[in-house]
């Protein structure tokens, strides 16, 4: 059988909505990658929320990756080395700050070992909770950092509309910055350098294994996984995505994240 690479989103896709991997979903990935075949986790999450469900997959051994932060951040899980990373201009961050509070949206970034934000809130407290992360609580994002951060999170736990409205009033920065804006669910709302998501990700991956992207798959569910799905050879749409995601998938999945829909992609296309 031809050794395919499965690319695979973690909230929404693999994970259920409790964040826990199923034994039917775990069951299947270890025989793909039995087979020879590889499984990256391609993930908005930073690394250092990634790392802890790599390690639950068992993820870790020679030829082992994953693509973090949509792509900003790319890392070789057995050598534990970073082989990509690039971030948004430091010189953003106070009018994107700014003008988030001004919209009563909760805005964050990320340091190397966790997340920098300006005020603790609910919203910190559930990402947080939710990606099983540490948080520092700081005066200013812009004199805690040395260094261009991977991106920027826009969060609203309540109101899409209001990230909605809050990206439309930020084009003109985004241009300004060459950033590129799109959901990662309808709470999250991230800020990359322009041409940077995980159909890059996917893109830098296989030229640096000479892996042609015929042998690809991928499976998400959000606007943040629309490059994804149009780079891999076969787009695999999870059911419960949004409707308007439908069309990206040459597959959607019979099942959805809290019934091991990722094992349905497994069992059918890679086994």
Known sequence: ?????????????????????????????????????AVVVTTGRPLYSTLRQVEKLGLTKPGCYAITSNGALIYNAHTREIIFQTGVPRACLREAF??????????????????????????MEYYAKSNVISYEVVDDVTKALDFDP??????????????????????????????????????YLEFLPEGINKGSGIR??????????????????????????????????????????????????????NHSGIAEIIQKFML
């Open 98 to 123: 700014d003008e988030a509070f001004r919209f009563g949206i909760h805005p964050q970034t990320y340091s190397a070992t966790g997340v920098l934000c300006e005020k603790d809130c609910p919203e």
């Open 204 to 257: 830098f991956l296989c030229s640096y294994l000479n892996v042609p992207l015929d042998n690809t798959l991928g499976a998400g569910d959000a606007e943040n996984d629309i490059t994804m799905l149009q780079t891999v050879k076969l787009p695999c749409v999870m059911k419960n995505a949004r409707p308007e995601m439908y069309p990206y998938g040459a597959y959607i999945t019979e099942h959805d994240n």
């Open 1 to 37: 059988m031809e050794k395919k690479i499965l690319f695979i989103d973690l909230d929404g896709t693999l994970l259920t909505d409790t964040k826990e991997i199923t034994p039917e979903n775990l069951s299947a990935i270890q025989q793909a990658t039995e087979l020879g075949h």
């Open 150 to 187: 991977i991106k920027i999170l826009f969060v609203d736990l309540h109101d899409r509309s209001r990230l909605e409205r809050f990206r439309e009033h930020m084009n003109d920065f985004s241009k300004r910055y060459h950033l590129d804006m799109f959901f990662s669910c309808d709470q």
